[in-house]
């Protein structure tokens, strides 16, 4: 069967592979010494809820493997943000809830705030690009804070995050799985990303650009080469996510990656 045909089965490996990633990155910086970021994972139901008390942002405080059958634990799991001080959010994926589940979230006072965009294919149907003055390298153990200045500059954080970001994700590099890259135009480092593989599925987890080099190819670039990486490991399947119709978007459908399914966000009001 052609695992890019789209199927119940093909939502359910997106969903898992992201899920598997968020839970592998979460369990990491909890495990650094006496857990500085206050990490909690708690399964309720089928669901999984991602928690951190010094990193209000959604991607860390966020629920995501809901399905109809979790009805009877919405409320509970409401009460685990609310009893943290921090509002919900629920990640909902199209065909897993139906109309009474989404009915239960706005009767608990929840609001749908965004959408989010999973990308799929097969790792096989990608040969890399090169760009003139471009290089690709993987990122070493020592070099983590110009990682995660790419990372701040890119998305728009402060310097002030940077050791933040670097300590969070140094917790990674020996972890089975995980690889940073870093691209450098002219030798400069300009953009850097993330993959994740494990159990043939691979999710291309963050990319980020420097402003003064986007609109030069590198995201569409890197995402190539992640996905070479993703068929060097026998990857059968690549993933990932992005805000609908931005220019992330566009370049993963420009290299061919196809959409899964646009996901809701559901907030607490």
């Not at 999984?48 to 799991?77: H, Q």
């Not at 979230?105 to 705030?113: E, N, R, T």
């Not at 996905?227 to 805000?243: G, K, P, V």
């Amino acid at each position: 069967m052609n695992p890019t045909i789209p199927t119940q089965q093909l939502i359910q490996n997106i969903e898992s592979s992201e899920i598997d990633y968020m839970t592998e990155r979460m369990i990491a910086i909890q495990n650094r010494p006496d857990n500085p970021e206050g990490i909690e994972i708690q399964r309720i139901g089928n669901a999984i809820c991602y928690y951190s008390r010094t990193m209000p942002w959604p991607t860390f405080n966020t629920v995501k493997g809901l399905t109809s059958a979790d009805i009877e634990v919405v409320e509970p799991i409401v009460d685990f943000y609310r009893s943290r001080d921090r509002k919900v959010q629920f990640e909902i994926i199209p065909s897993m809830v139906d109309q009474s589940f989404l009915k239960r979230l706005a009767d608990l006072g929840l609001y749908q705030s965004g959408f989010h965009c999973s990308l799929y294919t097969e790792p096989r149907l990608h040969t890399e690009e090169v760009l003139d003055g471009v290089t690709i390298k993987e990122v070493q153990e020592d070099q983590f804070d110009l990682y995660a200045t790419i990372n701040c500059r890119g998305t728009g954080l402060s310097d002030d995050g940077i050791s933040y970001v670097a300590q969070n994700n140094k917790v990674l590099y020996h972890r089975r799985g995980w690889k940073f890259f870093i691209a450098y135009v002219d030798e400069v480092p300009a953009a850097a990303s993330v993959i994740y593989m494990n159990n043939h599925l691979a999710s291309l987890t963050f990319a980020a650009t420097l402003p003064e080099y986007r609109n030069r190819g590198l995201h569409s670039m890197m995402l190539q080469t992640r996905l070479a990486e993703a068929r060097s490991n026998d990857c059968s399947l690549a993933i990932s996510q992005c805000a609908f119709l931005s220019q992330s978007h566009r370049n993963m459908e420009r290299i061919g990656m196809k959409l899964g399914y646009v996901r809701t966000s559901w907030t607490e009001a």
